[in-house]
Structures are given as C-alpha cells and as structure tokens.
C-alpha cells in the first residue's frame, strides 16, 4: 500500500492538507512534526532551543524511516525541512510512496507564514522585510529537492478544498 507524502516550503499548507485530504478519502494521516512532539514530549521550539537544529535534523531523519517502514497505508504531511536533510529526498521516489510538492510562491508562503511564524523557529524573530528575502533565498536552495517529489501541486489561490482535490486527481 503506496503511502501519500506531502512536502514543501514552510506555510505551503503541508499539515492543514494532510488533514482534510485524510478526511476526504478517509485514509489516516500522520503530521511529522507533530510526531516527533509526542515522541519526544517537546515542542519543535524547545527541540531547536534545547537541543540545536542538527539534533532536529537526526530525530526527523529517523522518524521519517520509521513511519516509512510502517505496514499501514497513511498520509504523511512532512516538515518542510525534511527532503533537505540526510538523504530523505530519495525515500521520496521509491515505489511504495507517492510524493506530492505543494507548491507556492513567495507571495503566498509570505503572506501565510507572517500571520504563523511563531512556532516556526526559522523564522519566528525575524522582521517582514527579512522574512520575504529569506523566504526567497531559502526557497531557491530547497527547490531542488522538493522537485524530487513524484508530482507537484501548484497551491497558489487555491483553496484547501481544491487542493485536495487536485491531489485526489492525482491518486486516481
Ligand atoms: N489552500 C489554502 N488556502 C488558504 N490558507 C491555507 C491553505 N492551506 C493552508 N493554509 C493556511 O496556511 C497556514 C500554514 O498552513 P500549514 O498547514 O501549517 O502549512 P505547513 O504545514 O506546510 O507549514 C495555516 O494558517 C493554514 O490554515
Ligand atoms: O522548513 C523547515 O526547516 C521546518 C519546517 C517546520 O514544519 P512546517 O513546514 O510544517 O512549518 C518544522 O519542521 C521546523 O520548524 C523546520
Ligand atoms: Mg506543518
């Protein structure tokens, strides 16, 4: 059974998508964020606080496989870090997944992310003017791994339930 794994840039709708996509074709969904919160009993802020983004990058890492290597059939909405790091972008073409690029602009990821930065530890003390140029940059540097995913979504003016729509498109 193919699991769904949804990537992209922070604000692109990763973990709202999984959600209602989940609720649509009535398939679970796992937000990996939220995963490592309850496995580690820390928000995203304390980890990066505590501990440091490199041992951010490990946890993700690890975590990523081992839903992964899960029997289950569900949606993963990842963190938009986790096809950058360690290798995980070829865990994003191998036959039992399906990847989707939620794909937006710097307007959009601007305008969503200024409005949700604080648990965003990124970005979350950054100024609006500082937050567009490194949104810009940030987004050109991961670019090449997020078009590793097997499809892409363009997210752009979209509402939720027509992105989750065109996704549905996709799996059919
Ligand atoms: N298609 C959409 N249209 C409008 N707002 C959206 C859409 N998708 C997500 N959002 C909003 O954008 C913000 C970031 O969404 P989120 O799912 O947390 O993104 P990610 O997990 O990719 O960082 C949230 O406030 C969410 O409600
Ligand atoms: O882009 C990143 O490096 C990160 C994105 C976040 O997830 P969202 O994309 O869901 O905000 C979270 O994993 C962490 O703050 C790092
Ligand atoms: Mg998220």
Redesign the pocket.
């Known amino acids: 059974m193919k699991k769904i794994i949804l990537l992209?840039?922070?604000?692109?709708?990763?973990?709202?998508?999984a959600k209602t996509l989940s609720k649509n074709i009535g398939i679970p969904f796992v937000d990996l964020d939220e995963y490592i919160e309850k496995k580690t009993n820390l928000s995203i802020n304390a980890i990066f606080d505590k501990h440091g983004e490199v041992y951010f990058r490990k946890l993700e890492h690890e975590s990523f496989k081992e839903l992964l290597s899960s029997a289950d059939r569900f949606i993963i909405?990842l963190g938009?870090g986790t096809p950058c790091y360690a290798n995980n972008h070829e865990l994003l073409i191998g036959e039992d997944v399906l990847s989707v690029y939620?794909k937006a602009s710097i307007e959009t990821l601007f305008d969503?992310?200024s409005?949700?930065k604080s648990k965003r530890p990124l970005i979350a003390n950054k100024s609006d003017v500082e937050m567009k140029e490194f949104i810009a940059m940030h987004l050109f540097e991961r670019s090449f791994y997020y078009n590793k995913a097997q499809y892409a979504v363009i997210?752009d003016d979209?509402?939720?339930d027509?992105?989750v729509l065109d996704i549905v498109a996709i799996l059919a």
């Open positions: 992209g840039y922070m604000g692109c709708g990763k973990s709202t998508i909405g938009g939620l969503r992310l409005a949700n997210v979209k509402t939720i027509q992105v």
